[in-house]
Each structure stands twice: as C-alpha cells, then as structure tokens.
C-alpha cells in the first residue's frame, strides 16, 4: 500500500513543485497572500479564492481528463456550461422548486454527454469535429433559452449553491473536492480507469480483447457534460444570473490547459484526475497572481502563456532527458529503456 | 590490420552500451564487395545497435569503422549516407504523399531558375527505375503503389545517394512470393555492380536464397561468421538460440484428432468478406489455415470472431445454437482471438504487460467487479513465468517489449480467459526464432489439453508440424480441406495451386 501511495505522490510531484513554485513566488511579492482568516464561521484569503474562483475550471477539468483518456476531446464544455446555466435560471424564475431545477439541469448536461458520445463512438466522427457542433450550436441554443437577455433570479437555494459556505469552505469548493474524489474514486476503485486508458490507447485491440468500448465512450462525454453542468450552475449562480454569451466563455481551453498542465497525453491512455485538477488550480492562481500584480491587463494573457510554456517545456521528456537529476524516481531510465531497443 | 582490400566496410570491436546492458560487446563485422552478408540473431542479439552504429544513427562507445579501408565516424545517418552507407528499413521511410520522383530527388531536385524543374526530375526517375527493371509513372503519388514498390523506390534512391553499402532491414516481412523474387532479383544486380550488401530478416530460406555469408549475433556478442553454403540450417539455428532449444524445433509430430465434434459452423460468411464455408472442430484439435495472402484467412478469423458479424449460416456449440455478434458475444462462448496485426489491433502500447494480460479477463467481468491489484500480479506473474515473457518486471509498458515477447503476452491475455476455443493469425510472425520455437510448443500443449485452436499460418512447414487438419482459402472461398496423411506441405501448395490454376481457367 506505501508503494501505491509513493507512486501516486510520484506522479503528482511535479504538479506539486509547480503549484509550491507559484505560491511561493506570488507570496514574496504580496506578503498578505498567505494569510487566512475566518469570518463569520468561513475561511477568507487568496488561497481559498484560488479553490472558489477555480471550480469552474476544475470541475470541467476532471470530465476532460476521462475524455482525453479515451483519445478524445470536448470542445463543448464551455457551451453546455452556458445552456445549463441558462436551464437553471429559467426552471427556478419559472416557480420550480431547487430540487427539480437541479436534477432537471444536471439530466440536460448529461444529454448533451449522450449526443456528443453517440457522434463520436456510435457515428465514429473525429471528437474535435463532433464536439464542435455543439461548441457552436450550445450558445445559440443557451440564447434561445434565456431570450437574449440576461435571465437573473432570486432564489437563495441556487444562489447558495455559487456563494454559500459549508463547514470552513465556499460551497464550490465543497462540491468540486466531494466530486472530484467521488470521480476518482470510480475510476480507480473499479475496473473504469483500466479500460478507459485501454481504448485510449487503442480502441481496435480493446474492442477486440471484448471491452464494451462505445458504452464507455458514451460515458466519458457523460461524464464531461454532468462535469460541464455542475460548473454552470455553480457560474449562473455566482452571478445569480445565467449569461448565455459569456459563462463558460473559452473555459473548454483552460480545461484542456489544466489537463495537459496535469501531465495527460492529448494522445491518450494515461490520466490522473488529481494532477487535472492540480493543473486547474495552477492555472487559477496564475489568474490570480496576475490579477494581483496589478498589471495593466492587456499583459495578463501573455503572462500566463509564458509561464504555460514554461510548464510544459519542465514536463517534456526531452528536457527531462537532459535534466536526469530532476526526474521523479519511477520516470527514471525509461527513455533509455526505448533507446536500448 | 583488418585492412583487407576485399572488404569494403570493416566494423571493429565496435561496443555499445546502454545502462544496464551491453548492447554490444567488442564485434567485428566485415562486408566484401560484391557480397551479400546476411545479419542474423534473435531479438534483442545486437543487430539493429550495430546496424545503427554503422550508420551513426548512434555514437558507438568504442571500436572503430573502417569504410574502403579508411577509418570513418558518421555523426548521423546522412552523414552515413554521404560517405557511402545507405539503409532501407522494413516500413519504407518515405514520403508517401509524394510523388515517385520526388521521393526519388528529395532534398536534390534538378533545379533550373530556382525552380524545381520537374520535367528533369522525371525524366531523371524514370531511368533511375529502369535500371530496377520498373517502368513507372513516376508522376502518381508513392502510395499508390504497393509496399514491394515502395521498397524498390527506397533502395533506388538509397544506392544513388550511397552507392557502396546498402544496408536491408527486414525489406521482405510484408511481402509476398512474387515480390520477394523482385526484390532479390534486385539485390543480385547490385550485388554484381559491387555494392556489399548487409541482409537483416527472420526468413531463414530467404537467407539460404540470397545470402553468401552469414553472420550471427546472440546477447550482444558475436557468435560468428560462416560461409553460407557451408553452414546447415541446424548449425545456424543452433548458432542462433543455443542447442538445446534447437533440438526442440526439430522433434515435431503430426497428432492425430479423436476429441468430440464441439463447434460446427454451416453456411457461415459475410458477403463481402468471406463466402459461407462450413467448419467442424473438433476438442484438442488444431485446424490450421492456409493460402495466400489476401486469400480470406484473416477474414475468417474474423467472422469466427464476430469482428465481423456473419450474415449467413449459423454456428453450434456442442448442439446449441450460439449468437456470435460481437467480440463480446464470442468471448463468452469461451473464445479467443489473437490478431494478424500485433501493433494495431494486439497489443494496448502505452499499458503495462500486467495490464495488456488481465484486459480480456477484465472486460469479461465487467468495470463493476475490478480484478484486485493482488489477483492482477498473481496472474500476470504466472504467465510472464509459464510463457517465459522477457521483460524487466510486470509494470514495463508492453511496447518496449520485443515483438515475440509482445505475442506471448497476448497469448497470455487470452488464456487467462481459460478459453476452449482459440483463433490464432499469424502468431508467429515477425518473432524471433526462439519465441517461435515456445509460440509453436504452446500451441501443441494447448491442444492436449482439449482446446480447439484454428491457426492461421503462412508458413507451410509449421501448419504441417502441429495440425491436425489443414483447410486451404482461395479467393475468399474455403477450397479444399486436408487431414490425416495428406496433411504434407507438398498437399498443401498442390492445393494452393490447384485453386490458383481454377482461377485462372
């Protein structure tokens, strides 16, 4: 058991260097970053910001990863963030309680899970291609719902759900870490993980070995889409209202982002949601640190690209190579291995 | 001091190392003109790390290269080419989205005003080719033409740029008779122009056809150099994987077929893929199937599998009518596959050889009831040490490992299965002689067991030594069908060819 964990810890240890490195760098430059308060039985400071702003991303992160396991990506998620939310504020303004408007709104996500997963695995269309289609037909029809206004509401039950608190902790972060580890647990606990990273891989030799690849590859859009519905009503509810042009706008390539940032090949197979939603966290506290640093803004997009491809470049096998002294243990030797045969 | 004049490339107490291993430890290789020397050893003996010392595509830690006599270090593989050492590997390293002539000129296109002046080009090509005996339109994409061309291409373009030594790593794996003739016709030629030729393959009568030397390899050490008439098939493999599994391969025995009639396919087929053929097998039988490429083999296979659901006829299991839909359906009637094409449709790479074992097992129980991590090493322990599968430990992803040790781990995944009944494509392909040796030993005590297997072989000699039946496939239609004493490899190309002259009449 020490073995796994050493393993685990292993694989997210340059995540964690990574993550340490920013803290630490935006800390020295604003000593307050660090502090943590509690008001009003909640925790306030940066840090917590970090995990509350972050939700969104993190939550679509963790539904990118499986996808990307499967070889496949989901450029809808940011579109379908804007209908649920949309979904959301119009079931509750209409007089339906929070439990329907909930269910109601998580079943639309996962509709939308089934059309993008039949396009890919049943239609067998590029995912790039087939998730396009709702990228750009979800916002219209996020639109058509919300009549082109913004649809603001007044429930305090969904509007917890965006800025209330639960224990010490924001409720968005209360609901990624609860899914996140109910996600993982899933994966890892049974069978799913495996056989994900099989059709990654390769989907003709898992057919052939007799996984039921299409079912799984249904449920890895699913997946994305409950992920992408979750994170709309958490934005909707933020702003206590549902935006149809502008939540979830362009978060599908900071989902990605924190995917790859989290160390999973866009080839598939191998996927660790944790180092996703490391990844996710990474990138919020770069908004974050950016934001604070009181650059004019036009600065901030370049920024966090450049340390992004700082990141990577950390993380490329090559420039591993040359570092030996920086690989974690179990990396260790393997692009020998390839060259010794 | 090797300096002899016949020898136009001499590779000297050449070492390399890789951590962990001796890759290569102190060989001398020696190429003549005008000879074609045969490179031979299991997987993993040194070949390629020697073939890539010499052409620079690594720094070799010690020993020196002597081309024409004088000493030369390519830094790379071009530079290799410059000096005189060309290589044409198995999958052609070509362009294919190019024109013949463009790959013929790449990188040296006849220019005139800055231009690529295309009418030089192809004119230049299609001499280039005729002195390979190919008149091409050499204007049509590389792709459009098959791999046996592709080769030829490849070799045309590597003797222009090289001109003295023409390296050949397994230029024939994916080719047939006929084309395989071409191509030596080929070699012969520029084999009497000069050039030393160094011959990579697993065929050994290719070897015996082609070679006049042959040098043999093993763990990175070379065992020697012999005159290849001189040297037995025996001696060689011998010489290659040690006496005592050599002997193994020489006791062969036909078996005879007495177990119980289980599955009965009648009127089975997919229009398109393979005519309906009617198929009896039997427990403890092995129902080889032979014919050329493109024959319908693997479509058989395939439609037995359900990789392709059958459209017409029905299939029994001991007396009862089975649905075989799916790959799915199939394995749980107990079946097992292992496919024609290891990389594509065999092996999950990037996975770990306990992975790639305990997949098919997996997937029959379903994602709810995982396989304990415990029960996964206990069996991927169990089959790495039963089927001798070489690797470092259970956790190396599967790709790493060599193409004989990847089928063995296939095998695995499928007898972890306990399966009864077993399709094998081609399992011993593109192995080395000895995994070929436990592949073929594995199949027979399969058989005595009672598990009916049906292999797919294109090598005759081997369908004979473990079959108890042999059907013969001839334009996607099942033929004739050949037991008992009549199961000899003369049979078996009599009635290859016998269908092959009712084609053409």
Known sequence: MTATVKTYLGRLLPQLIVLAAIVFAISMVFPGFLNLQIQNGRLYGSLIDILNRGAPVVLLAIGMTVVIATKGIDLSVGAVMAICGAVAASLITSGHSLLETLFATLAVGILCGIWNGCLVAVLDIQPIIATLVLMVAGRGIAQLITEGAILTFNDAGLIFVGSGSFGWLPMPVVIWLVFGVLVALLVRQTALGMLIEAIGVNRQASTLSGVLTPVLLVAAYVLSGLCAAIAGIIAAADIKGADANNAGLWLELDAILAVVVGGTSLLGGRFSIAASVLGAIIIQAINTGILLSGFPPEFNLIIKAAIIVFILVLQSPRFRGAFTFLQIPRAAGKPTEREAK | ?505
């Open chain 2, 1 to 505: 001091m090797h300096g002899n004049s016949d020898n136009i490339l001499s590779a000297i107490r050449i070492e390399k190392g890789f951590p962990g291993t001796k890759a290569l430890d102190k060989v001398d290789f020696h190429l003549r003109r005008g000879e074609v020397h045969a490179l031979l050893g299991e997987n993993g003996a040194g070949k390629s790390t020697l073939i890539k010392c010499l052409t620079g595509a690594y720094r070799r830690d010690g020993g020196s290269i002597l081309l024409d006599g004088a000493e030369v270090d390519p830094r790379d593989t071009f530079d290799a080419q410059r000096l005189g050492i060309g290589t044409v590997y198995q999958e052609v390293n070509l362009l294919p989205n190019l024109t013949v002539a463009e790959n013929l000129f790449l990188g040296r296109q006849p220019r005139r005003f800055g231009m690529t002046d295309t009418r030089t080009m192809n004119r230049k090509a299609r001499e280039l080719l005729a002195e390979y005996e190919l008149d091409l339109d050499v204007t049509r994409d590389l792709a459009s033409y098959s791999v046996a061309i592709q080769q030829v291409v490849a070799i045309a373009r590597a003797v222009d740029l090289s001109g003295k030594v023409l390296i050949l790593d397994e230029p024939t794996a994916s080719l047939d008779a006929h084309e395989v003739a071409m191509l030596f016709r080929i070699v012969r030629r520029l084999k009497a122009r000069g050039l030393g030729i160094i011959f990579i393959t697993h065929f050994l009568e290719q070897v015996y056809e082609i070679s006049d030397r042959i040098t043999v390899l093993r763990n990175g050490q070379l065992v020697g150099t012999r005159e290849t008439a001189e040297l037995d098939r025996r001696d060689l493999i011998a010489m290659m994987i040690g006496r005592e599994l050599a002997a193994e391969i020489q006791s062969r025995h036909t078996p005879g077929n007495e177990g119980r009639l289980r599955y009965r396919f009648r009127n089975y087929g997919r229009r398109g893929r393979i005519d309906p053929f009617n198929l009896d097998v039997r427990a403890g039988e092995v129902v080889g199937i032979a014919g050329l490429l493109g024959s319908g083999r693997t479509e058989t296979a395939e439609v037995l599998f359900g990789a392709y659901r059958a459209d017409s006829g029905t299939a029994e299991i001991d007396g009862r009518a089975v649905e075989l839909s799916s790959p799915r359906a199939a394995i749980r009637q107990k079946f097992g596959f292992c496919p024609e094409d290891r990389k594509t449709a065999g092996i999950v790479g990037d996975l770990s050889v306990r992975e790639n074992i305990v997949l098919a097992l997996q997937a029959r129980r379903g994602w709810t009831r995982p396989i304990s991590r415990a029960e996964q090493n206990r069996l991927a322990d169990h089959y790495i040490r039963a089927l001798d599968i070489r690797t470092a430990d259970r956790e190396k992803p599967i790709k790493l490992l060599s193409g004989g040790n990847q089928q063995k781990a296939i095998l695995a995944r499928w007898l972890a299965t306990e399966p009864e009944f077993l399709i094998l494509d081609e399992p011993t392909r593109g192995i080395d002689v000895g995994a070929h040796a436990e592949i073929v030993r594995l199949i027979e005590s399969l058989r005595e067991k009672g598990m009916s297997l049906i292999v797919i072989s294109s090598e005759i000699e081997e369908l004979v030594a473990y079959s108890t039946r042999v059907v013969v496939l001839r334009d996607r239609a099942h033929v004739a069908e050949l037991s008992g004493d009549r199961i000899t490899a003369h049979e078996i190309v009599e009635a290859i060819a016998a269908a092959n002259q009712g084609r053409a009449s």
